[in-house]
């Protein structure tokens, strides 16, 4: 597959983008415009993303929009964005609004329940430390760790997770570095589909992930808009075209604000 920067695609979308009045850029955070990190609270995107986003939103008439599977107003604090823009979190169970309004979306009560129950569980087991317990989610991180220990977190997050996921209201879902048990109403695609719904069909958008929790903001987006994978390294994927970070991400970045008619 074709890296973004050379594709008919992305040169018939990017001319789309110079036609509108207004866009929509649709973001990842951890994996896509932030290089993964052992510690997760230093994960702050590349050097020129922060700046380039800047000016996307300043200068370009773009809705910029980061969604995560991280709490919405941590990706606020890592993005380096001040003022922030608009944020999903939690795999669009939050939303965190440019004006700072936040709103949150409930889960069952029985889901609640088990995703503590599951906290707890992985706490007994010894992954305290690689549990991370968020809204509707439990994850365990094993990105770091020794191969040996990475294989035993691993397997004991499956042993605890795969034991409590009778209950249809959660999924279960491996990503890049983790496992983590959710409430299935919690889903990137939620947050694809709500921002589509608040603008018209002659709107560009474009999506940017990695993980395979974006792929399935890809497939909301079929049709529709610019599905485009960052990762160092191709893989199977929904997605349309490939980016390898970070140069053809940032390349990306400028070439969205030259066909918006900004200074690069």
Same mark, same amino acid.
């Given at each position: 597959?074709?890296?973004?920067?050379?594709?008919?695609?992305?040169?018939?979308?990017?001319?789309?983008?110079?036609?509108?009045?207004?866009? *929509?850029?649709?973001?990842?955070?951890?994996?896509?415009?932030?290089?993964?990190?052992?510690?997760?609270?230093?994960?702050?995107?590349?050097?020129? *993303?922060?700046?380039?986003?800047?000016?996307?939103?300043?200068?370009?008439?773009?809705?910029?929009?980061?969604?995560?599977?991280?709490?919405?107003?941590?990706?606020?604090?890592?993005?380096?964005?001040?003022?922030?823009?608009?944020?999903? !979190?939690?795999?669009?169970?939050?939303?965190? %609004?440019?004006? !700072?309004?936040?709103?949150?979306?409930?889960?069952?009560?029985?889901?609640?329940?088990?995703?503590?129950?599951?906290?707890?569980?992985?706490?007994?087991?010894?992954?305290?430390?690689?549990?991370?317990?968020?809204? !509707?989610?439990?994850?365990?991180?094993?990105?770091?760790?020794?191969?040996?220990?990475?294989?035993?977190?691993?397997?004991?997050?499956?042993?605890?997770?795969?034991?409590?996921?009778?209950?249809?209201?959660?999924?279960?879902?491996?990503?890049?570095?983790?496992?983590?048990?959710?409430?299935?109403?919690?889903?990137?695609?939620?947050?694809?589909?709500? *921002?589509?719904?608040?603008?018209?069909?002659?709107?560009?958008?474009?999506?940017?992930?990695?993980?395979?929790?974006?792929?399935?903001?890809?497939?909301?987006?079929? !049709?529709?808009?610019?599905?485009?994978?960052? %990762?160092?390294?191709?893989?199977?994927?929904?997605?349309?075209?490939?980016?390898?970070?970070?140069?053809?991400?940032?390349?990306?970045?400028?070439?969205?604000?030259?066909?918006?008619?900004?200074?690069?």
């Amino acid at each position: 597959m074709a890296t973004a920067t050379t594709t008919s695609q992305t040169r018939n979308f990017l001319h789309e983008v110079h036609r509108a009045r207004s866009r *929509v850029l649709l973001l990842d955070y951890d994996g896509t415009i932030a290089p993964f990190a052992i510690d997760r609270d230093r994960a702050v995107p590349y050097p020129q *993303v922060v700046s380039l986003l800047r000016q996307i939103v300043n200068d370009c008439d773009t809705r910029v929009a980061l969604i995560s599977g991280r709490p919405a107003r941590q990706v606020a604090l890592l993005s380096g964005l001040n003022p922030h823009p608009e944020i999903w !979190g939690s795999h669009g169970l939050e939303h965190l %609004r440019t004006s !700072g309004e936040y709103q949150v979306e409930g889960i069952e009560s029985s889901a609640a329940k088990i995703l503590n129950e599951a906290a707890a569980w992985l706490e007994h087991e010894g992954l305290g430390n690689c549990t991370e317990h968020k809204h !509707g989610a439990v994850a365990v991180h094993w990105r770091g760790l020794a191969q040996r220990e990475a294989e035993e977190a691993r397997t004991c997050a499956y042993r605890v997770f795969s034991a409590l996921t009778g209950l249809s209201e959660l999924s279960l879902c491996e990503f890049d570095g983790g496992l983590e048990l959710q409430a299935r109403r919690g889903s990137k695609a939620h947050a694809v589909r709500t *921002v589509l719904s608040e603008i018209g069909d002659d709107v560009p958008v474009a999506y940017l992930g990695d993980d395979l929790t974006d792929e399935y903001a890809f497939r909301a987006l079929a !049709g529709r808009g610019l599905t485009i994978l960052v %990762r160092p390294t191709y893989r199977f994927t929904a997605a349309q075209v490939w980016l390898c970070p970070p140069q053809d991400l940032t390349q990306f970045l400028n070439d969205w604000i030259r066909a918006c008619g900004g200074s690069q």
